[in-house]
């Protein structure tokens, strides 16, 4: 592999580079595309046995998604009548915020200030998976380019990091960022800051300052996947180590990068366990963790009395923007699993 | 190696290789390579190492609700949070159950997982079609799937109890028998089996098609092909999915937190028979605020997952196949 296939080489001070990605690097490091590749099919009748037994799991695979949106669009009284199309339709999510007690909808309910949450959810989530995508980059580029004293031993750390559990590490992080919280904001010693201790947002997103063990492992990969030469005839033309990773090597990992997002987005939306720990502010709440307090508020009683109505349309609300991520992006989704089991 | 051409007069001992690994830091390279590494080793420090420490330490003091305020000083225990974990019925049913719910949910979605890569490799069309809707429950939030486990297993109105009963099976009241609780959780998990199929897809993918070629001329049938050439092949796809599937499931937390547990008791009556390991050590945590007996509890499940782990990679090593590996 040498850099000659490749028609734009950057110069220093080129201004824009023209990063095309290799197509053959994404499927290298990736090794999706080779749909086509070997093993023995079946033949037609055995095609059409399984394609019937497939679909018969596809329902079992679509079937919730369909229960839950239906019972979203059903009164009270119906939802557990277990019809996929409502027999008496009622618009659940939104309505009259002055509505009798016990009537109102989704996004009227008292103390549920569902659009906040979302809106956080979203907003932590990008920062989040901004961040960790960068940093990690930074230190996966480190780990495929350069050659040091101590490389590999600080790469098997960083691997076995991935096996401690977070139960461990969890409640000490927990503590320093009491301490923190004891600093910072008017009552403490570092007044000019702001509070950014627990009951804030930023114990969710900071560590991703740092870079997070499977993302670097994965970056690492693809990096290493990268023809030494486009790096080396960089710094020909005079680039700075760093001017060469932002202009080259970081361009040339979009694909990996967008797993890394999405990956870490998902993460974000997925996570109760670290919004519970550290939110205490109903209006600070994450998606997941104001899903848990609508189920807590609303679904007293398990089957009878709860409205379960308002319960399934806020986990409609909750489910629905990873599919509409999924849709778009489904390509990375799986490309990105399907890297995690290629010898680890 | 380069440098190691460099110092070939020094004889090979110890001390002209730390020399060598020293020298390293005279390149400018090495210098550049640490800063770019800076943000991990700061995170590693702060977020992993400390930490790691500072639980230790924990798990052998009285930390508590009156320490973490100030009220009283925190002192050295010794030994005791780790015998009253052993003392803590709590405890051994929280470990228990994670016991059995990752011993039925772990093999079973292997086996569905694989079932389905299987077919999906060899089916002529729509292949693609059907990854994507496998996949899809994969996406869902687990705060969802524990309200999803709520209601569709549901003991009097659950649309699971309907199939069944169609079929004249009386079900069983999952939600809030205390039998039934980890067997529904373990179902839904399954549920979620689209990461694990694809994971197998693309390994069996990998596998080179005149393996299979040269079996079928050696008179082998499907069985034989599937015994001796795709499970063999595809074993580090396998052996990593058993590792990392195993390691999440003892430290289920978010669908069996929310659907049994939180401020309103949804779920069952007797919430102990869905109490896991980290359920049970988050509320120790940061509900008492027992953090000394919380942190026991922590190392406790840490090196519960490291003999585990390590008892999968004793079993499995004769039975996983690493292409082109040495040894």
Known sequence: MTAGGQPNLPTAGSGVVSPRIPPSLASRVFGGRRERADGPRFGRVKSLFFLVLLAGISVLAIYPFLWLISASLKPQGDVFDNRLIPKNWQWNYTGDPSAVLGDEKLFALPDVPIEKWFLNSVWIGILAALLVAFSSAIVAFAFAYFRFPGRNALFALILATMMLPGAVTMIPIYLLWNEVSLLTGETGRLSFMPDIGVNTQYPLWVPNLFGSAFYIFLLRQFFLGMPRDLFEAARIDGDTYWTMFRRIALPLAKPALIVVFIFEFQAQWFDLLKPLIYLRDVALFTMPLGLKTILDQQGQGGGGEGRWEIIMAGTVVTVLPMLVLFAIFQRYFIQGIATQGRKG | ?327
């Open chain 2, 1 to 327: 190696m380069a440098s190691a051409a460099a110092t070939s007069n020094a004889a090979p001992g110890p001390q002209s290789r730390a020399r060598r690994w020293f020298s390293g830091f005279r390149e400018r390279e090495t210098w550049y390579a640490y800063a770019f590494i800076l943000p991990w080793v700061i995170g590693f420090l702060l977020l992993t190492a400390y930490p790691m420490f500072a639980s230790l330490y924990y798990s052998f003091t009285n930390y508590g609700i009156e320490q973490v305020a100030g009220f009283a000083p925190t002192e050295r225990v010794g030994l005791a949070n780790y015998r009253e974990l052993l003392d803590d019925p709590r405890v051994q049913t929280s470990l228990t159950n994670t016991f059995i719910y990752t011993v039925m949910s772990v093999p079973a979605k292997m086996m569905v997982a694989l079932g389905l890569a299987l077919i999906l490799a060899r089916i002529v069309f729509a292949a693609g079609f059907f990854r994507t809707v496998f996949y899809l429950p994969d996406i869902t939030p687990p705060v969802a799937i524990g309200i999803l486990i709520l209601v569709l297993f549901n003991g009097s109105f659950g649309i699971v109890n309907d199939v069944l009963g169609f079929f004249g099976i009386p079900g069983p009241f999952w939600t809030t028998d205390p039998d039934w609780i980890k067997p529904s959780l373990a179902i839904m998990s399954i549920w979620t089996v689209g990461g694990t199929m694809v994971i197998y897809l693309a390994a069996l993918k990998a596998v080179p098609a005149h393996l299979y070629e040269a079996a079928s001329m050696d008179g082998a049938g499907p069985w034989r092909r599937f015994f001796n050439v795709t499970l063999p092949m595809i074993s580090p796809a396998l052996f990593f999915t058993f590792i990392v599937l195993t390691i999440h499931g003892l430290q289920t937390f978010n669908e069996v937190y929310t659907a049994y547990f939180g401020e309103g008791q949804t779920g069952a009556e007797d919430p102990d028979a869905a109490l896991m390991n980290v359920v049970y050590l988050f509320r120790q945590a940061f509900e008492f605020f027992n953090i000394g007996f919380a942190s026991a509890m922590a190392w406790l499940l840490f090196v519960v997952i490291m003999i585990v782990t390590a008892v999968q990679f004793l079993v499995s090593r004769r039975l996983v196949f690493y292409q082109g590996a040495q040894k």
